[in-house]
């Protein structure tokens, strides 16, 4: 589990459309930094310290696991994708975006890069009155007093307003699903996504126990004679765990994620079992299946059969080395079949092939974008 800290931006914007700016910023930055969990107001005020167009202001409060140091460099990264082009002129300039922390929990911080608390966030009404909206009882921590009456003592006598314009607030993928379930053919990194969204959104993580089922290595050596036994003893284990954990309310963690979901099972005993076998395997599955809780969306992982052999091979279980390639054709075929008759099921099919969503933070930012779109 990662450690989120708490921290206070001041945004403005008074070049091009402003407001789609100060949009634009809040969505980069619930994508790249963390969970913005307040907004202000949106608040215009007259250019401070030259002379140029009035500018739009908010304060934000952001839940992030970033240090201070990567904070500051995904905010440079921000303000240059919005337009922004820093300049050693220290002179005050119009600009279409303007990124500023505040606070850092309750840090000080002195580097060339970063300075918190900010040294004139005390001295502006356009930082101090958006702030006091979203937290007028945290504690600046030089003044050691609250934001509201740092508010009263300020001296700037230049004019705030409060306007009627909106912003919308991105929803974290934790206020957004309650269950996630991630699948995918043998190979595909369900197991690894599932334990890195669950790290960083403090989930509770439901892991499929394949490693203590007895019969999975003696079903690689002989299909015919352990398929029934295999494929019973997994669906049984998938109904208590599901039914158990799911069950379960925990008031630390609001997302449960987990790496399979209980139809598996009967996509993998169509390929598995003979025809008299799967059809008594179906009638218990569907008692079951009935009892389960769906999760609010499904995500499918395709990797193509190539790369699945290839990460097969490289994660080295014995009773894996002689999954063929036509075997996991026919999952691939199995789960596509199941997607198509779900017509209920909230589904995101997610092509990883070209993907490394381990090694490549782009890559696994791209599919959290792609999750929380849905």
């Known amino acids: 589990m990662k450690l989120t800290k708490t921290t206070y931006l001041s945004l403005g914007s008074n070049q091009g459309n402003s407001l789609e700016n100060l949009q634009n910023a809040i969505c980069q930055i619930a994508d790249s930094i963390g969970k913005i969990v307040r ?3 949106v608040y215009k005020t007259s250019a401070w310290g030259f002379k140029n167009d009035d500018f ?4 934000m409060e952001v839940s992030t696991n970033l240090n201070p140091k990567n904070l500051w460099y995904k905010i440079l990264e921000i303000e240059s994708s919005l337009g922004r082009i820093r300049t050693e002129n220290t002179n005050y300039q119009a600009r279409t975006m303007d990124i500023d922390v505040l606070l850092f929990e309750d840090e000080i911080i002195l580097s060339k890069q970063l300075t918190v608390p900010h040294t004139k966030m005390l001295t502006r009404n356009f930082v101090l009155i958006p702030l006091t909206e979203i937290a007028p009882n945290v504690i600046h921590p030089i003044e050691k007093k609250s934001i509201s009456s740092c508010l009263q003592n300020t001296k700037d006598i230049n004019g705030v307003k409060k306007t009627d314009l909106k912003l919308v607030r991105p929803l974290s993928l934790d206020e957004k699903y309650n269950y996630i379930a991630i699948e995918g053919n043998i190979g595909a990194g369900k197991t690894t996504l599932s334990n890195m969204i669950g790290n960083e959104f403090n989930a509770r993580l439901v892991l499929e126990r394949f490693a203590e089922n007895p019969f999975l290595p003696k079903f690689y050596e002989d299909k015919d004679r352990y398929a029934f036994p295999l494929e019973m003893s997994f669906l049984a284990d998938r109904y208590q765990q599901l039914s158990d954990d799911l069950a379960q309310f925990d008031l630390f963690k609001n997302l449960i994620v987990s790496d399979y979901y209980i139809f598996k099972s009967l996509i993998f005993s169509q390929i598995t079992l003979q025809k008299d076998e ?6 218990m599955f569907d008692v079951m299946y009935k009892e389960i809780t769906k999760p609010d969306l499904y995500i499918y992982l395709y990797q ?5 052999l290839e990460n097969i091979k490289k994660r080295g279980r014995e009773y894996e080395k002689n999954i063929q390639a036509d075997y996991l054709d026919k999952i691939h075929k199995g789960y596509f079949n199941f997607v198509k008759s779900q017509q209920d ?3 995101l099919i997610i092509d990883v092939s070209d993907m490394d969503f381990v090694k490549n933070k782009s890559d696994y930012t791209t599919i959290l974008k792609k999750i929380k779109a849905i």
């Open 39 to 41: 907004i202000s107001s």
């Open 56 to 59: 739009l202001n908010i304060c």
């Open 278 to 283: 799967f059809n008594l395997y179906r009638r």
């Open 304 to 308: 193509n059969t190539e790369r699945l």
């Open 345 to 347: 099921l909230n589904t």
